[in-house]
């Protein structure tokens, strides 16, 4: 009986295991999703465990927002779903994510997705393709631009691309050799059809509401197989009667381009259209007019009495709109959703922040309005590619209300992902010496600054490019996450110390560690702001949400030489008191305030600094929380209340280096 029992017991373990899914692919499905707004781990957990590994994540209409961290899917060798079709999510795809080997399905529809399509090595001409297995590739409704290389995804049966800003037909189609469905409606796509004449086995294709060019059918694939057409909205030039076509209805054709005609069966040359039937309409009525002349002459006399006062009520209100139009500014046009056909009409435009309030860009056109990238200075775009990449500046774009203005995120032509300002301050100061000053600002380059990427000037509102850093500013590192920990990477097992091979790289004393780099590179940034150049750029407002933190964890320095006053109060300072008391933010997990500043300086004076550390500090020794202690001191004589009694960001630089000269050795100055 012993033996029949424990044979059950290990059936039960057995089929418990394997019903079970990979411990392994949940734990980097929940750090893909970790900085996603609406995603509940453990609901998702209880409906996608039946198998033993991941095999889908389908989370459709799950108002779900923010980035996903997709370098954790990287190790999901075994998926082969993925649909996030109508959330908010945004970010771009990286190259690598298109080639996985087991992915068939990807659905990433009515999201806020930008920035290239390609496999890894379609960057490079010298290198074979990777080949991607997936079959179905929904990307509608999104935000992806003209940098879009089909060339790798040879096994594709249904493409859907349409509602983005492609603007250029993607390339490859010469290889799509399964393909059978094929929308790029709504794409603003101009050029030559041609390219797609290759696609053969197609079934379905709509082309609608582009600006193509081309002859139908010539330079169309074979239409013999097709079961849906609509190329209405274009610029095609039809060289046979559409008689042949009837079985695609002739929706399909609606102002699709010239010589769409088609021929009455009753009679072989006359082109029976829409203009030769009006014709045939005014032919008849003309030979009834004899017959009913008096009544017409009546209704004529009524008619143009009413056509005189239609007139004269029109132009009342007419010029009651244009009165208006002068009193209130701010009643103007905003541009047309770049999906639709209809130009967009003539500034100035008008966008509201998240606060109520509201920003102007006083143009006629908003593509004469140049965007100048200072290290790409051969792009060509303009005011107009801004408002496209940030859906007409609208609030799902909106990142913050910063000091100078509202800041947005935004994925351009190329592949660039950037954070845009607007000066609100800079309205009223001359244009090119706003020029003037980016040049300069965009000179200062150092691995802990984040520096100017570009400007637009567009009317009265100046307007910056800086590169987008997906892990957010220190200040929500520090309060808004869980723990304090990047919401784009596990740095548990993945650390700087790790990989220089730091020997006391400890569990127990990367929360001090990380801080500590923070704080070094912070300190470097600002020294050389101070130092550098012949005269100091004053920061003048250094806080930790101006301090923003790299892929690799690295601070960044935003937001400097930016101050409408070209000479803050306290000079390099002020910005010294700031730094200290960032840092202690930084060591305290407090917000700064005068309260919180000075409570930290009498714990320091007291000799009693290690009770205002952070909780969540992991403290691994004696030498650990001598460290911390040490790096408060500095703080505290930063915060002095004696401008003249605080020292230079280069001797704040060397004390904090002295406390952990060991890790410095590998980081240079």
């Not at 750090?31 to 198998?51: D, E, I, M, P, Y």
């Not at 691309?161 to 796509?189: M, W």
């Amino acid at each position: 009986m012993k033996p029949f029992c424990r044979f059950l017991i290990l059936l039960l373990l057995f089929s418990l295991a394997e019903s079970s899914c990979n411990s392994e692919e949940l734990g980097w499905v929940s750090k893909a999703f970790k900085s996603v707004s609406g995603f509940n781990a453990s609901s998702w957990l209880q409906t996608n465990c039946s198998q033993t590994h991941i095999t889908r994540i389908v989370l459709p209409s799950q108002n779900l927002s923010g980035t996903i961290s997709w370098n954790y899917l990287r190790n999901m060798s075994n998926l082969q779903v993925l649909d996030l079709s109508g959330n908010s999510l945004q970010g771009y795809v990286p190259s690598w994510f298109w080639s996985r080997s087991t992915l068939l399905e990807i659905n990433l529809s009515r999201n806020r997705f930008g920035g290239s399509i390609m496999t890894p090595s379609s960057k490079s001409e010298n290198t074979s393709f990777s080949i991607s297995s997936v079959q179905t590739l929904n990307l509608s409704h999104n935000r992806f631009t003209n940098s879009i290389q089909l060339s790798g995804f040879r096994n594709l049966k249904i493409l859907d691309l349409s509602h983005n800003h492609l603007v250029t037909l993607p390339s490859g189609f010469q290889n799509l050799t399964k393909l059978e469905h094929l929308d790029l409606s709504s794409c603003n796509i101009q050029g030559n059809i041609k390219p797609i004449s290759s696609v053969h086995p197609l079934h379905y294709l709509d082309l609608s509401n582009n600006t193509l060019t081309g002859n139908f059918p010539s330079d169309f694939p074979p239409l013999n197989t097709l079961k849906f057409l609509n190329i209405s909205y274009n610029n095609f030039t039809a060289s046979i009667s559409l008689n042949k076509f009837n079985r695609f209805n002739k929706s399909a054709f609606i102002h699709a381009g010239t010589n769409f005609t088609y021929y009455d069966n009753t009679t072989s040359k006359t082109p029976y259209n829409s203009k030769n039937s009006t014709e045939a309409i005014h032919n008849k009525q003309h030979k009834r007019k004899s017959k009913t002349l008096i009544l017409t002459v009546s209704s004529a006399s009524a008619a143009l009495v009413l056509i005189l006062l239609s007139i004269w009520v029109l132009r009342i209100i007419i010029h009651k709109r244009k009165e208006r139009a002068k009193r209130n500014k701010w009643a103007i046009s905003m541009p047309v959703p770049h999906g639709m056909r209809v130009v967009e009409k003539l500034g100035p435009f008008a966008f509201e922040t998240e606060s109520g309030s509201t920003w102007v860009a006083d143009l006629k056109e908003p593509s004469s309005a140049p965007v100048v990238m200072f290290e790409k200075p051969l792009m060509n775009l303009s005011f107009k590619d801004l408002i496209v990449a940030t859906s007409h500046f609208g609030k799902d774009s909106l990142l913050a209300k910063g000091r100078c203005g509202p800041v947005y995120r935004a994925v351009l032509p190329g592949d660039l992902h950037v954070a845009i300002k607007v000066l609100e301050h800079a309205r009223d100061v001359d244009p090119d010496d706003s020029v003037a000053t980016f040049v300069d600002l965009s000179r200062l380059k150092h691995p802990n600054l984040l520096p100017l990427s570009g400007y637009c000037i567009a009317g009265n509102e100046k307007l910056v490019l800086y590169e987008y850093m997906a892990n957010g500013d220190l200040g929500r590192w520090l309060h808004e996450l869980p723990t304090g920990d990047t919401n784009v990477e596990d740095w548990t097992g993945d650390t700087w110390e790790i990989q220089n091979g730091v020997a006391d790289g400890s569990p127990e004393k990367m929360g001090w560690l990380t801080r500590h780099r923070i704080a070094v590179g912070i300190a470097r940034g600002l020294a050389y702001l101070h130092h550098a150049g012949s005269k100091p750029v004053v920061h003048g407002h250094l806080v930790t949400s101006n301090i923003l933190l790299a892929d690799d964890f690295e601070p960044r320095v935003s937001d400097f030489g930016l101050r409408p006053d070209p000479t803050p109060n306290g000079g390099t300072e002020a910005d010294v008191y700031c730094f200290g008391a960032a840092l202690m933010e930084l060591l305290t997990g407090k917000e700064s305030t005068a309260e919180t500043v000075a409570a930290a300086r009498k714990a320091v004076r007291e000799g009693h600094g290690v009770r205002v550390l952070d909780e969540r500090l992991r403290l691994g020794g004696d030498s650990v929380v001598s460290e911390m202690v040490e790096t408060l001191r500095v703080a505290f004589l930063c915060t002095n209340e004696s401008p003249s009694k605080r020292p230079t960001m280069q001797q704040v630089l060397g004390l904090l280096k002295d406390i952990r000269p060991h890790q410095q050795q590998l980081v240079p100055s």
